[in-house]
């Protein structure tokens, strides 16, 4: 199964960009539909983020449209969250997840490995 690992949270004021990375190993992204999920204190883990095996297409929760974009390197085996134009209500441990589930996955169950998390704390 393959192992995924989150890099580059942070503490940042509102209106600022953050880069997240997941790096993978273990075994090949290329087979994976590549997504980030968010999970803020006493809420529950919601998706953010979603792109297809070749990077072709992605998909995003309303609320960050226009603001965040993910992207992936297969060749490097690893997935990206761009974060423009933070807001407070973007704190959260942000999850990296691959799953081969069919269609455009959005939903924890979907997921068949995870990341152990980056925190990213945005104050205004």
């Known amino acids: 199964q393959v192992q995924l690992l989150e890099s580059g949270g942070g503490l940042v004021q509102a209106g600022s960009s953050l880069k997240l990375s997941c790096a993978a190993s273990?075994?090949?992204?290329?087979?994976?539909?590549m997504g980030w999920f968010r999970q803020a204190p006493g809420k529950e883990r919601e998706f953010v983020a979603g792109?297809?095996?070749?990077?072709?297409?992605?998909y995003y929760l309303d609320s960050v449209k226009g603001r965040f974009t993910t992207t992936r390197s297969n060749l490097k085996n690893a997935v990206y969250l761009q974060m423009d134009n933070l807001k407070p209500e973007d704190t959260g441990v942000y999850y990296c997840?691959?799953?081969?589930?069919?269609?455009?996955?959005?939903?924890?169950?979907?997921?068949?490995?995870w990341g152990q998390g980056t925190q990213v704390t945005v104050f205004s």
């Open positions: 792109i297809a095996r070749n990077g072709a297409s992605t």
């Open positions: 997840a691959a799953t081969r589930v069919v269609g455009t996955p959005s939903s924890p169950t979907d997921i068949d490995a």
């Open positions: 273990g075994q090949s992204i290329s087979g994976d539909k």
